[in-house]
Every structure is written in structure tokens, then in C-alpha cells.
């Protein structure tokens, strides 16, 4: 079955940058855009950008411009997230969500990863 | 602030029916764009409850329905039940943010 597998839970300085991994499994992985989206604790959910897996287009929300960089590895069927320069209000969960192509929703999400920005 | 607009909780007694809003703008629900729904329990990644303004993925119990009208969206719960306690997102697209995705701020429904 289709699935999204992200990498385990991160604590983090300030300043300092966090790498999530996703693993796709069950299907193409090229095929289909990967979407990152980040919840605060308590809060809704904050849609961060995406990327082509297929071309590595990439495209990131003005919220996080400079910060962030979305990767791939197609022969690891695994898409990256990394944000740089953390601060304490980025202590958030963060999911990978797939969405079809021509279809603006995400029908299949990762289980999340925490990540915690403490001194 | 949220691009959506969504009412920040809702309730109601089990059986009953209830709605959840969802506004938008010209440049997105209104642009003509379809509306999505997702309903997130606590700790658990959100779920896919609704695609297309009113389809339901497989597995989606047909107590849940959708709608959309000019620069709004609805979700519809009928016959509530106590599992259905969870927060529901709002989401689309939005050609002023040059093809951001945009969520509502979430709605939590309290089954009474």
C-alpha cells in the first residue's frame, strides 16, 4: 500500500538546521509531487512548499524564504526537508503529504516528525 | 492569520447534524478552485475526508458530505458520533500566492 515514512523525532539549538527525511513506498515516487506541511503545538496546519520528485522543481511558501530547502533522492525513493537557521517558534511537528498530479489535495500523509528547538 | 477562514469550534449532542464553514476569497475557493477536508485526531497525522468540494475517499462514511458556493465551503456531520471528535482543516489553492496550497485555521468539534 501507498506509504509515507518520516524520520524520527529531532531536539535542536537555535540557530542550528534540521534534515527530515520522507520514504515513499507502494508507488512511483517520481510521479507524484511530495508537499511539506508544519503544525505548531496546539496550532492549524502551515502548508511550507513542495517539490517535483520527478524534475526537483522546487516551490517554497514566502513564510519561509531562505530557510528552506527541499530535496530528493529518486534512487532512494526519499524526499528531504531541511530547515535552517531554527528558532525557538519553529518547534513543530512537520509531515510530508503526497498529492496527484493536477489535483491540489493530499490523500496520503507521513506519520510526522517533532521536531523541538530548546537551548 | 489563515487565508481560509473556518469558525475556531463547533458542537453538538450525538445524532445530531452540524456544519463547518470554510471562506475564502476571489483567489481562491472563489477563483473556482475545489475545496478539500481533512479531519485530524489528536496526535495522528490529518486525514483526507473529503476531495473536490464533495467526494469522499473510500472509507469515508457518507454521514460526511461536502458543498461549496461563490467564495465559501461547508462541511456537513450528520448523525455525529463520539469518534467524530477531532479538528477539521479546510484547504485549497490560491493563484494570488502565485500556486500556494492554503489551509483553514481548523475547526474542533466537541461531541456533547
Known amino acids: 500500500q501507498v506509504q509515507l515514512v518520516q524520520s524520527g523525532a529531532e531536539v535542536k539549538k537555535p540557530g542550528a538546521s534540521v534534515r527530515v527525511s520522507c520514504k515513499a513506498s507502494g508507488y512511483t515516487f517520481s510521479t507524484y509531487t511530495i508537499h511539506w506541511v508544519r503544525q505548531a503545538p496546539g496550532q492549524r496546519l502551515e502548508w511550507m512548499g513542495w517539490?517535483?520528485?520527478?524534475?526537483?522543481?522546487?516551490k517554497y511558501s514566502q513564510a519561509f524564504q531562505g530557510r528552506l530547502t527541499f530535496t530528493r533522492d529518486t534512487s532512494a525513493d526519499t524526499a528531504y526537508m531541511e530547515l535552517s537557521s531554527l528558532r525557538s517558534e519553529d518547534t513543530a511537528m512537520f509531515y510530508c503529504a503526497r498529492e496527484s498530479p493536477g489535483t491540489f489535495y493530499f490523500k496520503t500523509w507521513g506519520q510526522g516528525t517533532l521536531v523541538t528547538v530548546s537551548s | 492569520q489563515s487565508v481560509l477562514t473556518q469558525p475556531p469550534s463547533v458542537s453538538g449532542a450525538p445524532g445530531q447534524r452540524v456544519t463547518i464553514s470554510c471562506t475564502g476569497s476571489?483567489?481562491?475557493?472563489?477563483?473556482?478552485?475545489?475545496v478539500h477536508w481533512y479531519q485530524q485526531l489528536p496526535g495522528i497525522a490529518p486525514k483526507l475526508l473529503i476531495y473536490?468540494?464533495?467526494n469522499r475517499p473510500s472509507g469515508v462514511p457518507d454521514r460526511f458530505s461536502g458543498s461549496k458556493s461563490g467564495t465559501s465551503a461547508s462541511l456537513a456531520i450528520t448523525g455525529l458520533q463520539a469518534e467524530d471528535e477531532a479538528h477539521y482543516y479546510c484547504q485549497s489553492y490560491d493563484i494570488g500566492l502565485s500556486g500556494s496550497r492554503v489551509f483553514g485555521g481548523g475547526t474542533r468539534l466537541t461531541v456533547l
Open positions: 476571489s483567489s481562491n475557493i472563489g477563483a473556482g478552485y475545489d
Open positions: 473536490g468540494n464533495n
Open positions: 517539490i517535483n520528485t520527478g524534475s526537483g522543481k522546487t
